[in-house]
């Protein structure tokens, strides 16, 4: 996998077309379980230190946001389960698992990109 993020800054994003807003975070709208999504595009937090993951589920359509935070002690990388998110090239499909925190929050448990991601 290539070793430079993909993660856009805000501005940048919208500069490109990105459109955050068309996304749903609320636990009513981001389905748990494990099911397929392509990442559209990812951005930077600006309110924590996490990468905002930007995905539409496959089956569906319907447009989430799930963020994965930087792991304390693990040397600043930002992990869904063992993937490094940073890295990920937007338009890759991936098996999402999708579990909800003590408030019942959804959270980005694991990720695996399916298919061969070569470069590694």
Do not use: H
């Not at 995905?55 to 946001?65: A, D, E, G, N, V």
């Not at 999402?96 to 980005?108: E, F, M, R, Y």
């Amino acid at each position: 996998m290539n070793r430079e993020t993909t993660v856009l800054e805000f501005f940048p994003a919208l500069e490109a077309g990105y459109e955050p807003k068309n996304y749903s975070y609320y636990k009513e709208d981001v389905p748990l379980g494990s099911y397929k999504a392509k990442l559209d595009f990812m951005l930077w937090s600006k309110t924590y230190m996490a990468v905002n993951c930007f995905f539409t589920i496959i089956k569906s359509q319907k447009k989430i946001s799930l963020s994965v935070y930087k792991k304390p002690g693990e040397d600043g990388l930002f992990l869904a389960g063992e993937l490094e998110v940073r890295y990920v090239p937007f338009g890759s499909t991936l098996q999402l698992v999708i579990d909800a925190n003590q408030n019942g929050k959804p959270i980005l448990f694991d990720a695996f990109v399916e298919g061969n991601v070569t470069g590694d």
